[in-house]
């Protein structure tokens, strides 16, 4: 069978092509318009909570740890802070306290949920800690205060982290019981519980606000150096560890897994902060509105430290008087 193509003028196909080329312009400065009208109407908060929304609740670890954190008994004298915790030898002075705080039921429930939430060790498949800043948290969680304040109108420059402090209270567990598993002749399920807390820090270096960031890259500098010295003072005394064991941490280590140094990013909510700061201080003619300076900057000076708000109010509203 023969196609015979239908004849026509020469100037038809050129207008047929016009026309075609106006439809699909049309097309896309519509999804281009639709596009630009979702992104305008989402807040600096929507757009750095965007991400964390799109995680399944299966996969979020805060969904995990913080209940079990909300019930954690805080740390007591002689390991009250992870530097503290981590140099706290056995036997020692307060020693006793620390021990029976870590094997406590509260204790051991917060312990089991940080290994359940850091054991898969593909990050495609890995936990996320994606609770979301300000609105959007489970009722508990806000009287727990284990969540982060925006204040209003939110803001994240004075985001105040309310699972912050809990956090350092669970590194000290972590590090208390580390040398207690060391203590009882277990430095492989010591390397264990510090592995798992490299895990979870390095969930808090993906996080979107810079103060949880270097959270997550202190708590995992600190949990591998205290891994290495296990294993040295092990090599140097009873070898208690097996080649297995060791082969065992050393793959679960592995930089092509979870840890993926090559993937850590800079806090991608700190020029979101920014912009909403400014956007809010600032007119659209680019004057200085003084009332929303004085009150944007206390808020974000005095985050996470409330009593200053007063006298940083007090320091930015003479700023803003002499710009």
């Known amino acids: 069978m023969t196609f015979h193509p239908i004849p026509c003028r020469p100037g038809d196909r050129s207008r047929v092509f016009r026309s075609l080329a106006r439809r699909a312009l049309a097309g896309v400065a519509m999804a281009v318009g639709l596009g630009a009208t979702n992104a305008s109407a989402q807040t600096p908060v929507d757009r750095v909570n965007?991400?964390?929304?799109?995680?399944?609740?299966?996969?979020?670890?805060?969904?995990?740890?913080?209940?079990?954190?909300?019930?954690?008994e805080p740390a007591p004298v002689?390991?009250?802070?992870?530097?503290?915790?981590?140099?706290?030898?056995?036997?020692?002075?307060?020693?006793?306290?620390a021990e029976a705080w870590?094997?406590?039921?509260?204790?051991?429930?917060?312990?089991?949920?940080?290994?359940?939430?850091?054991?898969?060790?593909?990050?495609?498949?890995?936990?996320?800690?994606?609770?979301?800043?300000?609105?959007?948290?489970?009722?508990?969680?806000?009287?727990?205060?284990?969540?982060?304040?925006?204040?209003?109108?939110?803001?994240?420059?004075?985001?105040?982290?309310?699972?912050?402090?809990?956090l350092d209270d669970l590194a000290c567990l972590v590090h208390?019981?580390?040398?207690?598993?060391?203590?009882?002749?277990?430095?492989?399920?010591?390397?264990?519980?510090?592995?798992?807390?490299?895990?979870?820090?390095?969930?808090?270096?993906?996080?979107?606000?810079?103060?949880?960031?270097?959270?997550?890259?202190?708590?995992?500098?600190?949990?591998?150096?205290?891994?290495?010295?296990?294993?040295?003072q092990d090599m140097r005394g009873d070898r208690a560890l097996t080649l297995q064991q060791i082969q065992d941490a050393i793959a679960r280590l592995a930089e092509d897994k979870l840890l993926g140094i090559e993937r850590l990013a800079l806090?991608?909510?700190?020029?979101?902060?920014?912009?909403?700061?400014?956007?809010?201080v600032f007119g659209r003619d680019g004057q200085l509105n003084a009332g929303a300076f004085s009150s944007a900057m206390a808020a974000a000076g005095s985050s996470g430290r409330p009593l200053r708000l007063f006298s940083e109010a007090a320091r930015w509203s003479g700023a803003a008087d002499a710009h």
């Open 50 to 72: 965007a991400p964390y929304l799109a995680i399944p609740e299966a996969n979020r670890s805060d969904l995990i740890l913080l209940p079990a954190l909300a019930d954690m």
């Open 267 to 280: 806090p991608r909510g700190e020029r979101t902060s920014t912009e909403q700061l400014t956007d809010r």
């Open 176 to 232: 208390v019981e580390a040398t207690r598993r060391l203590a009882a002749g277990d430095p492989a399920g010591a390397i264990d519980v510090l592995t798992d807390w490299t895990f979870f820090a390095r969930q808090m270096a993906d996080r979107a606000l810079f103060r949880e960031v270097v959270f997550g890259y202190r708590q995992m500098i600190d949990a591998m150096e205290r891994i290495r010295d296990i294993a040295y």
């Open 78 to 97: 002689g390991a009250q802070a992870p530097q503290q915790a981590m140099l706290l030898p056995a036997g020692s002075t307060n020693w006793s306290r």
């Open 102 to 166: 870590a094997t406590g039921q509260t204790q051991v429930a917060v312990l089991a949920a940080l290994d359940r939430i850091t054991q898969e060790t593909d990050y495609r498949r890995a936990m996320v800690f994606a609770q979301p800043y300000g609105p959007g948290v489970p009722r508990p969680m806000i009287a727990a205060g284990l969540y982060t304040e925006l204040g209003d109108p939110p803001t994240l420059a004075a985001a105040n982290f309310g699972y912050m402090a809990p």
